[in-house]
């Protein structure tokens, strides 16, 4: 008698059991929708590979200039674009990390960006300075895109032809003879990428668009992997200087001697190594980050909604890498092209470059452009005839151009 009721109980449950399964069973199985084309949008590109696009915030009739910046977790506007058109900010207390530290940042929420053919609403910027992002360029940077945008499409970057477009997310026919990444993904892609310098060690590394170097690793990874300690005579390790979101810091250049991500191998791949203060690679979870400079080699799909990433070569595949040919380090800082650091032992040191040199020509090119110039001072092996102000005097310089590494 007493077990009359658990008995009960216990066949009620079974048949629940087994009533709830065919139900489950008998669901139909939606099929996933074609991912259909929204809009196509050229491109510039930046020194280094970066993508720069164009887009308009809210209902503003301004155009402003954008890096597409995989290495985001959202989406940024610079403070001063944000002051000229007014938006009101919300004191949000959060914080963002990136190279050379944190800072609390405001936000502007509910904003929308319209490219041709495509409106982007409910985004919730944050705002911070980015006059050091527009000086290492040379041109406005009213803003990163990253996660908040990525998130929501399929975009394909073809560098090929300089286009953009974005497709609804769902099943997406990638182009044949390539390479499908699935990344380890919250809000920035993580991939694994081997490299190999006398020995050879794995880690995984942010899939970072908006970075405009070849590789960056964290100190703390370099030294536990021993990658540095039996490196060659030949193999330098020069200090200079970077720039990420928070501002300028010291770095170390050198090469490692191999890497590859997916099926594809590279050689002698100038990286940059530098002291993770901030703990944005998060070590040992993370080696450093994949930059710009070496993805741009690919046609790449971004398929956040599918957590994958394609990539495939493209004509720049086999295009040599860029060794800091002269060891001068150049901003655009109030209307000039200036010599902010020059680097010990290089040929700029040599030929007698000095911190606050004025470039007002390179070989006979006048134009003022800190993209131009760099590209004129990348012909290894040859020399360039730089004309510059230093205080209120003109002297032409004669800079022999060479790898520093």
């Known amino acids: 008698m007493p077990l009359r009721y658990p008995l009960r109980l216990f066949a009620l449950l079974t048949s629940c059991f087994f009533l709830a399964v065919p139900q489950l069973y008998a669901l139909p199985r939606v099929p996933q929708p074609k991912a259909a084309l929204l809009t196509t949008i050229p491109f510039r590109e930046l ?17 402003l200039n954008f890096i597409l910046d995989s290495g985001s977790g959202g989406i940024g506007l610079d403070s001063v674009t944000s002051a000229y058109f007014k938006l009101h900010l919300t004191d949000s207390g959060r914080i963002i990390r990136g190279l050379g ?14 490219f041709p053919g495509l409106e982007i609403d409910s985004l919730n910027f944050h705002i911070s300075n980015y006059e050091l992002i527009s000086e290492v360029y040379g ?39 390539g390479e499908l990444l699935k990344p380890y993904m919250l809000s920035i892609p993580v991939v694994p990428a081997p490299v190999r310098n006398g020995v050879k060690r794995d880690s995984r590394y942010y899939f970072d668009t908006g970075a405009g170097l070849c590789m960056l690793l964290s100190q703390e990874f370099v030294k536990d992997s021993s990658l540095l300690a039996n490196r060659k005579k030949w193999q330098k390790v020069i200090p200079t200087e970077g720039q990420g ?26 990286t940059y190594v530098f002291d993770d203060i901030s703990n944005v690679m998060q070590y040992p ?3 450093g980050l994949i930059g710009i400079d ?38 655009f800082i109030n209307g000039h092209v200036e010599v902010t650091d020059v680097i010990k032992d290089s040929p700029a040191e040599k030929a007698g470059f000095l911190p606050g040199d004025r470039l007002i020509a390179i070989n006979n090119n006048f134009s003022n452009d800190i993209q131009t110039y760099r590209a004129l001072l990348k ?14 005097d003109i002297q032409m310089i004669k800079l022999p151009i060479k790898s520093i590494l």
Do not use: C, W
């Open 101 to 114: 530290g944190t800072k609390k940042v405001p936000y502007s929420n509910n904003n929308s960006l319209e």
């Open 245 to 270: 979101l928070i501002g300028k810091m010291d770095m170390d250049i050198t090469i490692i001697k191999g890497m590859k991500i997916g099926k594809y191998s590279f050689d002698d791949v100038p």
């Open 47 to 63: 020194s280094n590979g970066v993508i720069l696009v164009r887009a308009r915030l809210d209902n503003f009739p301004d155009t």
């Open 139 to 177: 041109i406005k940077i009213d803003g990163l895109i990253g996660f908040s945008v990525l998130k929501r499409y399929i975009i394909n970057i073809d560098y090929d032809l300089l286009k953009i477009s974005f497709y609804s997310p769902g099943k997406y026919e990638y182009p044949r003879g």
């Open 294 to 331: 070496l993805l741009r080699r690919f046609n790449i799909t971004l398929n956040y909604p599918a957590k994958e990433i394609y990539i495939i070569p493209n004509i720049h595949f086999n295009d040599p890498f860029d060794y800091s040919y002269t060891g001068l380090v150049i901003y």
């Open 285 to 287: 979870d993370l080696g």
């Open 379 to 392: 012909d290894s092996g040859t020399r360039a005839d730089v004309l510059v102000q230093r205080e209120n």
